[in-house]
């Protein structure tokens, strides 16, 4: 199992541009969510999904786009980045009940200039 | 409001000696599960060890142990003989069992090991 995949590792973009960060899992897990870590901080949540086409928000969802069209895949869409949107992020996963653990990919670095 | 809080932004820890981490937590749900994570300065999550609301134990992994004390909220993670590979941020996380079963995350401890 690959588990938790994420793509870029590294991203540079200028303020007003847009992109995507892909997120993938294959171990069947119902729940996914994207989390940013800004330095110093704990995580925040700010997309989640418990099952394909069913999509909600978490505690910052202000600037970011997600969709669940299969189990597998939960990208997150940057609509017109900005530097506050510097950050760290993952993607994770775990079977839907609150006593399974998430796993988490490894995290994409993105930098807003 | 906050629901998780960790109250040790840093700690310094001598090499093979004991730590506690600190955690409280706040939620009004009866089933919810706590987790503690570790964070290395490689920067991945890794999942250390896991207490439901309903465990009359305390959970234990290794050389990790949780420190439930339910009636006052708080989840303490020990670390017995630390190792200087112990060195990392530490969050402690919940997942309530109502809603759509979140995990949210304190701001994290980052421990020191050292030699």
């Known amino acids: 199992n690959a588990g938790v995949t994420q793509t870029p590792k590294f991203q540079v973009l200028k303020t007003g541009q847009s992109m995507t960060l892909q997120c993938a899992q294959d171990?069947?897990?119902?729940?996914m969510s994207w989390y940013r870590q800004d330095p110093g901080m704990g995580l925040r949540l700010i997309h989640y999904?418990?099952?394909?086409?069913?999509?909600d928000q978490g505690e910052v969802p202000n600037g970011y786009n997600v969709s669940r069209s299969t189990t597998e895949d939960f990208p997150l869409r940057l609509l017109s980045a900005a530097p506050s949107q510097t950050s760290v992020y993952f993607c994770?996963?775990?079977?839907?009940?609150?006593?399974?653990?998430?796993?988490f990919g490894p995290g994409t670095r993105l930098t807003v200039l | 409001a906050q629901k998780i809080t960790q109250t040790q932004p840093g700690m310094f820890v001598q090499e093979k000696e004991a730590v506690t981490l600190d955690c409280t937590y706040d939620?009004?749900?009866?089933?919810?599960?706590l987790f503690w994570y570790k964070q290395p300065s490689s920067g991945e999550m890794i999942f250390l060890i896991y207490?439901?609301?309903?465990?009359?134990q305390n959970a234990t992994e290794g050389r990790y142990s949780l420190n439930f004390q339910k009636a006052r909220k708080s989840a303490n993670l020990v670390i017995s003989a630390s190792q200087l590979g112990d060195s990392a941020m530490y969050f402690c996380?919940?997942?309530?069992?109502?809603?759509?079963?979140?995990?949210?995350f304190g701001q994290g401890t980052r421990l020191t090991i050292n030699p």
């Open positions: 994770a996963s775990s079977f839907a009940t609150y006593h399974n653990e998430q796993f």
């Open positions: 171990m069947n897990h119902e729940y």
């Open positions: 999904s418990v099952g394909a086409g069913i999509t």
């Open positions: 939620t009004s749900d009866q089933s919810y599960g």
């Open positions: 207490q439901g609301s309903y465990d009359e």
């Open positions: 996380a919940m997942r309530e069992g109502g809603g759509a079963q979140k995990l949210v």
